[in-house]
């Protein structure tokens, strides 16, 4: 990802086979900015049930059929996972859920961006966070409070984890215009988390060229 950005573009990367797409954000777009907030509450992914998600989502492509060495959900169809999900454990359907649900929102939040409608994005990331917490059940009280706050920023259109939501960041799609409105959601959030809180920071961040040497 960090290596193939675009100016005004975002990456989408299949990862069955590694294949790079751009979708480009539309000309008539009205002007939008993202920003990156940091909790405070670091991350450490080994220290958190992530390698957890991703033996059940292994499971539960198994189950359903995948006979890959290592199971995928990638190699399920959707049609499959609706007829056959009730073979599963109610746990393992939340994981499935999770992913079918999320490549949708991935191909609509392209149309979105190629018809440049921030609004209709930020309502799937919103939906995204909703189903990583409820389904995948990501995050920590305190991404999730912030995640709260945002939800009632002025001008915010969306916001989500950032990675894997245990701790770190969390992205936001906005108006150029909300940089206060982002902050006084965040100086409520370090009242009520104020030592994780104290090192919350904000980003303004931008679609731009992959890393390189200039």
């Known amino acids: 990802t960090i290596l193939n950005g675009k100016e005004r573009a975002l990456v989408m990367i299949d990862c069955k086979d590694g294949a790079v797409r751009y979708h ?6 009205p002007p939008f900015t993202w920003f990156l907030v940091d909790s405070g509450v670091p991350r450490q992914l080994k220290e958190t049930p992530y390698n957890d998600r991703v033996a059940e989502c292994r499971e539960a492509a198994r189950r359903l059929g995948s006979e890959a060495e290592v199971p995928a ?5 959707p049609e499959t996972y609706r007829r056959r999900r009730k073979e599963l454990p109610p ?3 939340r994981r499935a859920e999770h992913y079918f649900s999320e490549v949708k929102r991935v191909k609509l939040g392209s149309q979105a961006l190629s018809s440049g ?3 209709a994005l930020g309502r799937l990331m919103w939906a ?3 189903i990583l917490t409820q389904n995948f059940e990501c995050g920590t009280p305190e991404t999730r409070a912030l995640l709260s706050e945002l939800r009632s920023g002025e001008g915010v259109f969306g916001a989500s984890y950032a990675g894997a939501g245990w701790g770190g960041m969390v992205q936001v799609l906005a108006e150029p215009t909300a940089r206060g409105s982002v902050e006084r959601c965040v100086a409520v959030y370090r009242d009520l988390h104020p030592v994780p ?5 904000i980003y303004e961040v931008g679609m731009g060229p992959g890393a390189h040497i200039s």
């Open 128 to 130: 995204s966070a909703d």
């Open 24 to 29: 480009r954000v539309a000309r008539r777009t």
């Open 91 to 93: 746990t393992l359907v």
């Open 197 to 201: 809180g104290s090192s919350s920071t």
């Open 117 to 119: 409608d921030m609004v």
């Open 73 to 77: 959900l990638a190699h399920i169809a």
